[in-house]
């Protein structure tokens, strides 16, 4: 089982929908969950982070984490062309190092 | 504009050459990170320095050797490369190593002949 999953996709939306991307991490102990976006020959931007179980917002980035059930996602409103890219998922497991295991990441469309 | 400056943004050599990774950050962070990553694989962990002592080393070959003489500045010396290390090299950085998000830099694109 990987340590972190995620859909490779693509995933294909249309533009002014909501965009749904998926993780879920094998560490019960990981406390820290980060999403980021990484264009084609880019490098990862941080997009949210999130501790607490619930539900964070920031403009049109949702993210939502369960820890129960060890599953983070960001939901993204009004989809633009400009949001595709890969989308990944970061956790931060429960060692002492500080450590980010990331997933392979999700690729968005956003179809105009 | 990032805080976290990477030179070369490429880099080509052969199997023998000696080169070297600079990273710099201005962001005032005292945790630097090495990330590789190579196509169609998550991003993998190399390195991570706090307060310039080394933390983790993820089992990298010694081929790969990092420095960190201050917590603005983080190099990997390369010697000896296989082909297989051709990928785009990312150094990082945050204002500590938990539950701190990590900023990138734009990144070194390796090639190794």
């Known amino acids: 089982q990987k340590e972190v999953e995620q859909n490779s996709g693509p995933l294909s939306v249309p533009e002014g929908a909501i965009a749904s991307l998926n993780c879920t991490y094998s560490?019960?102990?990981?406390?820290?969950f980060f999403w980021y976006r990484q264009y084609s020959g880019k490098s990862p931007e941080l997009i949210m982070f999130?501790?607490?179980?619930g539900d964070k917002e920031d403009g049109r980035f949702t993210a939502q984490l369960n820890k129960a059930s060890q599953y983070v996602s960001l939901l993204i409103r009004d989809s633009q062309p400009s949001d595709s890219a890969t989308y990944l998922c970061?956790?931060?497991?429960?060692?002492?190092?500080?450590?980010?295991?990331f997933g392979q990441g999700t690729t968005l469309q956003v179809k105009p | 504009e990032t805080g976290v400056t990477q030179t070369p943004r490429h880099l080509v050599m052969g199997m023998t050459n000696k080169k070297s990774l600079k990273c710099e950050q201005h962001?005032?962070?005292?945790?630097m990170y090495w990330y590789k990553q190579s196509a169609k694989k998550p991003l993998e962990l190399m390195f991570v320095?706090?307060?310039?002592?080394?933390?983790e080393n993820n089992s990298v070959p010694s081929r790969f050797s990092p420095e960190c003489p201050n917590s603005s500045h983080l190099f990997l010396h390369l010697h000896t490369l296989q082909p297989e290390d051709s990928a785009l090299y990312l150094c990082?950085?945050?204002?500590?190593?938990?539950?701190?998000?990590?900023?990138f830099g734009d990144g070194t694109r390796l090639s190794i002949l």
């Open positions: 962001l005032g962070h005292n945790a």
């Open positions: 999130i501790y607490s179980n």
């Open positions: 560490d019960r102990g990981s406390q820290s």
């Open positions: 320095y706090n307060f310039k002592e080394q933390t």
């Open positions: 990082a950085s945050s204002q500590g190593r938990f539950n701190q998000p990590q900023h």
């Open positions: 970061a956790v931060q497991g429960s060692g002492n190092t500080g450590k980010l295991i």
